[in-house]
């Protein structure tokens, strides 16, 4: 059992990490020998899970809600005291609500683009800057398929991805040949808790067909850490919508929201 942090050591922040993608993938980043401090807000699973990685590498666990803006600046202030120095952050925490955008609350909307944009960014401001300075880091958000066209039911949930994806593209623009990688992961459906999320019981079967295995999504983003690219869609024949886009804009979006619509 390894119990001391080294500083040679690489130290992975992985958000939403107690469940699905984030857990996952928190397996496999650990058994890289990367130090891990692992951010969710059910912070027994988080501990359960720090307890297994720790047979590989150290492992620490902050809980904080990153869906509200107090909380996330509070959590990232800990992480900065406790670990300034991060070498991989993965922005993977995130839920949705299945619902026609009137159905949506204000608090619905800013709670969204809360955890999916702004929490990246106050993650980004404060370890991007020492990843620059040592001239080694990776940077992945786990956006989604629902950020290339908007479907039934994901208004802002799908415009809060699609910020996500451009704010990757302009690092990648603004800061680039620094020895920095930014990339954006386009799951489509993955079988997690993700669909015990609000509205998602009306998910029509067809739809929830498709699911993947989350172990697939978990081992694609762990092989970007090797082969860094700017995006990585799971699985990769979703990236035919682009095609079908530079096409019709139009048929793409028929296509979409024929096969999202839930009710
Ligand atoms: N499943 C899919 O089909 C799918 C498709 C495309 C993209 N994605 C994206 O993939 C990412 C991971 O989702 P998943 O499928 O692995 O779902 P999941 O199993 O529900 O995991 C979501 C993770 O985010 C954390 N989280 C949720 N709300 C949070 C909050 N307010 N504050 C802090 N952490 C929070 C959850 O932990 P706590 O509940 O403990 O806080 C959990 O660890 C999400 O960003 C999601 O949008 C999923």
């Not at 650990?30 to 699973?45: F, I, M, N, P, S």
């Not at 047979?55 to 990232?76: I, N, W, Y």
């Not at 929830?208 to 869609?233: M, Q, S, T, Y």
């Amino acid at each position: 059992m390894h119990d001391a942090t080294n500083n040679t050591r690489k130290k992975a922040l992985i958000t939403g990490a107690s469940s699905g993608i984030g857990y996952e993938l928190a397996k496999l980043v650990a058994q890289r020998g990367y130090e891990t401090v692992l951010l969710a807000r059910r912070k027994d699973k988080l501990e359960t899970l720090a307890a297994e990685l720790s047979e590989h590498a150290p492992s620490f666990v902050v809980a904080g809600d990153l869906a509200a803006e107090a909380t996330t600046t509070e959590v990232v202030a800990q992480i900065e005291q406790t670990h300034p120095q991060i070498d991989l952050l993965v922005n993977n925490a995130g839920f949705g609500k299945l619902a026609p955008f009137l159905e949506h609350t204000d608090a619905d909307h800013r709670g969204l683009m809360q955890i999916h944009y702004f929490a990246p960014v106050t993650l980004i401001n404060a370890f991007l800057p020492g990843m620059l300075e040592r001239q080694r880091g990776h940077i992945i958000n786990v956006a989604s398929i629902a950020a290339k066209m908007g479907p039934w039911g994901h208004s802002t949930y799908a415009a809060a991805k699609a910020a996500m994806v451009s704010l990757t593209q302009s690092l990648a623009a603004e800061y680039p040949d620094q020895g920095v990688h930014f990339n954006y992961v386009n799951p489509g459906i993955v079988v997690t808790e993700f669909f015990d999320g609000e509205g998602y019981d009306a998910m029509s079967q067809s739809v929830r067909k498709h699911g993947i295995d989350v172990h697939k999504v978990a081992r694609a983003i762990n092989k970007l850490i090797d082969k860094p690219k700017l995006e990585l869609c799971v699985p990769r024949h979703y990236r035919m919508l682009d095609w079908i886009k530079a096409i019709s804009p139009s048929w793409a979006q028929r296509i979409v929201a024929k096969n999202s619509r839930a009710r």
